[in-house]
């Protein structure tokens, strides 16, 4: 019986506590100021690519057939606009590889055999420095590029050099939350199972992970030292690599799945964030153990996360509001209201942490906003 009263006593104490985070979060919510839109920009069909350079200087947009963008982050002028006259395109990924050169992956669905292909060039440049064309098909998995490798399916290639590599995934068809790392790994799930695979291609050494998690993002660290892995119903997990401890908690699982699970890697330290539903959860990974510097719960199901170099959180709801957070201090620093109906979401943060562009599925526009200081 005192058990019983025990537990009863607890979860009350809960409810108090969610009552009067859920206070603040309304009380600040009332009080913050609008993002700024600074820029915009037309797209034929939904985002599929945004980020920017390391050094803040460009920023890439990419929609999901016929479009890829290169901007001066300063002038917002045009400096590189590819287009494809057909919406026959599948764009399988954009980005940069260093402060000057970015990539582009298009497959053309118009040519027979449709080729899965990479091009890498320098800003401003009219020709491709790299062009490479993948023997696989895999339908539209992405396509990633680094300074040393790109990669596909079960394929990788040093650019550099030419050789060529086998990739082993989670599953030979369709993996889940692929990953090119800095060192030339890669990060596979499952989408049937709860399995996670790092492989080494150059090495051939591989680590399996059995997540314990039934559906789930998955993610690595930018220094490659943990994985993590976020299921829809909020329980989460970290592993150090190589993963000889048991598995470490993050988060603890609910009774059903929300709609929406993600996760944001900081770009340089063992940070992250994470979402499940309304619920966005910041932790830090001092020596293997998490630390949680940050957490929320919104009425809305989040959609998109981005994490920023100085700590700041960006999220995105399924109605299109959304808000930037001070993870250190607590406090939203900008929100605005996008009015869009539920789709698919990207941000990504200026390596400053000063500005957030956003692309959405329904209004076919990319926005650069200025977060308030």
Known sequence: MNNIFSIICMLFALAGCQTSNDETYRAQQASAPQLK????????????????????????????????????????????????????????????IDPDRYFYAVNKMVDKPTPHNVSIREVGAEQDQYYYEFEGNHGDRPIFANSSYVAYGDEMVNWHTGEKYAVRTAHQLNP????????????SSNYYSDEILLHAPLTDDY????????????????????????????GCRVWPVPALKPVQSCGRGGWSDAD??????HPSDDSFVASAGGRVEAYRLVEGVHQQVF????????????????????????????????????????????QLDPGGHLLAFAPSGKQLLYGGASDFKVHLFDIPE
């Not at 057939?65 to 990924?93: D, K």
């Not at 889940?176 to 990060?187: E, H, I, K, N, Q």
């Not at 009425?299 to 509001?321: E, I, Q």
């Open 37 to 96: 839109e600074a820029f915009s920009e037309p797209i034929a069909l939904s985002a599929r690519k945004l980020s920017f350079s390391d050094d803040g200087r460009y920023f890439i947009l990419a929609d999901s057939h016929n479009q890829v963008g290169v901007f001066n982050s300063g002038s917002r002028e045009a400096l590189v606009t590819l287009q494809w006259p057909t919406t026959l395109n599948m764009i399988q990924g954009a980005g940069f």
């Open 176 to 187: 889940r939350d692929y990953t090119l790392t800095a060192s030339g790994r890669v990060l």
């Open 207 to 234: 680590l399996w992970i059995d997540s314990g998690l039934s559906n789930f993002r998955s993610g690595i660290t930018p220094s490659e030292r943990y994985i993590i892995a976020q299921a829809y119903d909020g």
């Open 260 to 265: 929406h699970a993600n996760i944001a890697m």
């Open 295 to 338: 957490a929320r719960t919104l009425p809305n199901a989040v959609t998109s996360l981005a994490l920023s170099a100085n700590h700041r959180v960006a999220l995105g709801d399924s109605t299109g509001h959304i808000e930037v957070w001070d993870t250190e201090l607590g406090t939203l620093l900008g929100q605005v209201d996008l």
